[in-house]
């Protein structure tokens, strides 16, 4: 079975720029989250969708993230216009329904220059 | 708010060693504790989780981790270190009420010595 996906594993762009980062959650899993590593600091809780809706938005930063999971299935996460403190690891997440277990993708690195 | 600290963003070990890894967790209602590991260029991985009963589990790769309510501790510890263990280790807590945001201590990344 597969894992958690996530795309681009690297990207570098400059200040200014646009980045979607894209996740592919394990199947059937209707639980996905959004959380963002910054260089040194803990990994950081940014959304939670429920299918196809925003169950908790509350961690992201401001409003040049956006989060959509057109369908209950991939999720993007687009970053527009990027600054240098966007900077970090995201990582994509998903559960089943009531489980505790949540798994990991392996991160997507983002340098914004 | 639900807040999880990790003693020590650095810990050195010889192959062989315990290793002791500390983390505390500051809710009044015990949470669901968890235990994950990143190893370089890859993602997290769950090591082991405490939801309830015995409250000494044991994870993979030999880790186990004992949760004390007294203490709001879920240290983890592995009787002797592998090479293979050097990594980064998160603790990690959710709240017991089902809903599933999950709160991350800063990270220790544990280091063998040969």
């Known amino acids: 079975e597969a894992g958690v996906t996530q795309f681009p594993s690297h990207s570098v762009i400059e200040k200014g720029q646009t980045v979607t980062l894209r996740c592919d959650p394990i199947?059937?899993?209707?639980?996905l989250y959004w959380y963002r590593r910054v260089m040194g600091k803990e990994i950081k809780f940014l959304l939670h969708?429920?299918?196809?809706?925003?169950?908790?938005e509350s961690g992201m930063p401001n409003n040049r993230f956006l989060a959509e999971r057109t369908g209950g299935t991939y999720s993007t996460l687009k970053v527009q216009p990027a600054e240098l403190e966007d900077s970090g690891v995201y990582f994509c997440?998903?559960?089943?329904?009531?489980?505790?277990?949540?798994?990991f993708g392996e991160g997507s690195w983002l340098t914004v220059v | 708010a639900q807040s999880v600290t990790q003693l020590g963003s650095h810990v050195s070990v010889s192959e062989g060693a315990l290793v002791l890894l500390r983390c505390n967790y500051s809710?009044?209602?015990?949470?669901?504790l968890f235990w994950y590991v990143q190893y370089p260029n890859q993602g997290l991985q769950l090591l082991l989780k405490?939801?309830?009963?015995?409250?000494l589990v044991k994870g993979i790769n030999g880790f186990e981790a004992e949760f004390k309510k007294s203490e709001t501790s879920f240290h983890l510890t592995k009787p002797s270190a592998h090479m293979s263990d050097a990594a980064e280790y998160f603790c990690?807590?959710?709240?017991?009420?089902?809903?599933?945001?999950?709160?991350f201590g800063i990270g220790t990344k544990l280091q063998v010595i040969p």
């Open positions: 997440a998903s559960s089943q329904d009531r489980s505790h277990t949540i798994y």
């Open positions: 405490y939801t309830t009963g015995a409250t």
């Open positions: 969708f429920v299918k196809e809706s925003k169950q908790d």
């Open positions: 990690a807590a959710m709240n017991s009420g089902g809903y599933q945001k999950v709160t």
């Open positions: 199947s059937g899993h209707d639980n």
């Open positions: 809710s009044s209602v015990p949470p669901y």
